[in-house]
């Protein structure tokens, strides 16, 4: 991708060594270019702090797992470029360890790397999130009962702990732990996955990302959460609905190699 940065953000994990945040900001300093850090990692450095979701860069490096990288694609509020730099356990969706940033970094100044762009999910025209939506009971253990309507038709009606609406990425996380099939990034679909059904044969449901997915909680007193990325941010009343659909945003990745397409390889390496 022949693009050119002229401004970084720095993102951490509070949890995150100060020694490697301060070498990983020593080694951006070397570029010349703008650097604006996020209220954890300034503190860490020692500088002026600024909300991610105020941050006028190209680029907003991530430092920490999954978690760390997710919470940052749901914060901005621009197509910035994102490179995640695990420092954490698994770290699916880095992309470098923290020792690999300086021979990356010619390639990343230099424009020469691949962008990964993720679809993300609209729930009631406010909320967005990278990887799922979930809808689950406010009362631990309280069975509800689900409609589901495709394009304002109804194709299923169950009984579960919760349902989840995950995109491709958010497939290969917890919809993938509920059972859910893994959906590659290329595919323009949705999965649709029951959480704990009452009926065994109620299986996901993969459908077109055009879709607009209707899904309301039926029963009296049985008030639940919608939780976006492992957040709760609303509650939803029976018979109120949580219309979800694609949004109009993608979140873009810093890729170094055409493998990130090899998803069912990296899923082994990461989960061996």
Not at 181 to 204: G, R, Y
Not at 229 to 235: A, L, Y
Not at 256 to 265: A, D, L, T, V
Request: glycine fraction near 6%; proline fraction near 4%.
């Amino acid at each position: 991708m022949n693009l050119k940065i002229s401004s970084i953000g720095v993102v951490s994990h509070p949890e995150v060594d100060r020694r490697i945040v301060e070498k990983i900001v020593e080694i951006l300093k070397s570029t010349n270019k703008k650097l604006f850090f996020d209220p954890v990692t300034a503190e860490k450095v020692r500088k002026k702090s600024t909300e991610v979701r105020n941050m006028n860069v190209g680029l907003i490096i991530v430092l920490g797992g999954d978690g760390t990288l997710l919470w940052t694609a749901n914060e901005i509020r621009k197509d910035q470029l994102l490179l995640g730099i695990n420092t954490g356990r698994v770290g699916y969706m880095t992309e470098i360890r923290a020792d690999e940033l300086s021979k990356r970094l010619n390639s990343l100044l230099n424009g020469k790397f691949f962008i990964d762009s993720r679809i993300k999910l609209r729930v009631n025209k406010k909320h967005e999130a990278l990887n799922e939506v979930h809808i689950m009971a406010k009362r631990p253990s309280h069975l509800l009962e689900f409609s589901i309507n495709l394009n304002n038709i109804e194709i299923a009606c169950f009984r579960a702990d919760g349902v989840m609406v995950s995109t491709p990425t958010g497939s290969t996380a917890h919809s993938l732990s509920l059972g859910g099939p893994i959906v590659h990034s290329d595919t323009e679909a949705f999965a649709i996955v029951p959480m704990n059904p009452f009926m065994l044969e109620q299986a996901p449901i993969v459908v077109p990302n055009s879709s607009k997915i209707s899904i309301k909680p039926l029963r009296k007193n049985s008030d639940a959460h919608l939780i976006l990325d492992g957040k709760v941010v609303d509650e939803i009343k029976p018979n109120e609905e949580a219309l979800i659909e694609k949004a109009k945003r993608t979140v873009n990745f810093v890729r170094f190699s055409e493998n990130f397409k090899n998803e069912y390889i990296n899923i082994r390496k990461k989960r061996t």
